[in-house]
């Protein structure tokens, strides 16, 4: 079946634009999660929906930072006056487990963001 | 911030043989998972120990778990070249069960 997809899988965007990336989890997964990547770095973790709530975004940034889920299946991470530290590879993963932390997430192939 | 470490950094051998890497983490956690990233794609899930195991195999993988060192070693046996990536252990922490934590990862590269 369908894996969870993203997309744009590359964006190059202009120190000051705004970005919007986007994940399309599997169906009926009830948890999605956002991580950046940075160069020769595992994943850390962004923020963690459960259907339409954000229930965690400990780990974004910055206010720049922003992501939704509106109907409980596609997400937008959305970054404002993006800077060239934000650029990273955001990773997207879904559950269709609530607790999540405690199983298997399924990862999308992710999004490669350059600031210049 | 990363959980912990995973040593080496990286790691060169030959097709067929046995690949060790290790990870350490820092908090007391509920489950620890490894994951494989091949170059320029997202991470698959391998094998998940529970706190309360000490050893588990899946195939060709034998993980680790010694929760006194905070420690965890992963070993792929009789290597592939198709093996070569990037592994990275993950801990859900106790208290935050709903995220992973990462480790720096060993980037293995299996010469055929």
């Known amino acids: 079946g369908a894996g969870v997809s993203q997309s744009p899988r590359y964006k190059v965007a202009k120190r000051g634009q705004d970005v919007a990336l986007r994940c399309d989890p599997i169906?009926?997964?009830?948890?999605l999660f956002w991580y950046q990547q940075a160069l020769g770095q595992g994943p850390e973790f962004l923020t963690y929906?459960?259907?339409?709530?954000?229930?965690?975004k400990s780990g974004l940034p910055s206010d720049r930072f922003f992501a939704e889920r509106p109907e409980g299946s596609v997400s937008t991470l959305k970054i404002q006056r993006t800077q060239q530290e934000d650029s990273a590879v955001y990773l997207c993963?879904?559950?269709?487990?609530?607790?999540?932390?405690?199983?298997?997430?399924?990862f999308g192939p992710g999004t490669r963001l350059t600031v210049t | 911030s990363q959980q912990g470490e995973e040593d080496p950094q990286a790691l060169s051998i030959q097709e067929g043989e046995n690949a060790t890497m290790n990870c350490s983490y820092k908090?007391?956690?509920?489950?620890l998972q490894w994951y494989r990233q091949n170059s320029g794609r997202g991470l698959v899930h391998l094998i998940l120990?529970?706190?309360?195991?000490r050893e588990k195999h899946s195939g060709r993988l034998r993980v680790t778990l010694d929760t006194s060192k905070k420690s965890s070693s992963l070993l792929i046996t009789a290597s592939r070249a198709a093996d070569t990536a990037s592994y990275f252990c993950a801990t859900d922490a106790r208290g935050a069960t709903n995220k992973l934590i990462f480790g720096t990862g060993t980037l293995l590269a299996v010469q055929p």
């Open positions: 993963a879904s559950s269709p487990y609530r607790l999540a932390g405690g199983r298997e997430q399924y």
């Open positions: 908090t007391s956690i509920n489950n």
């Open positions: 120990i529970r706190s309360n195991e």
């Open positions: 169906s009926g997964h009830v948890s």
């Open positions: 929906f459960q259907n339409e709530a954000q229930l965690d």
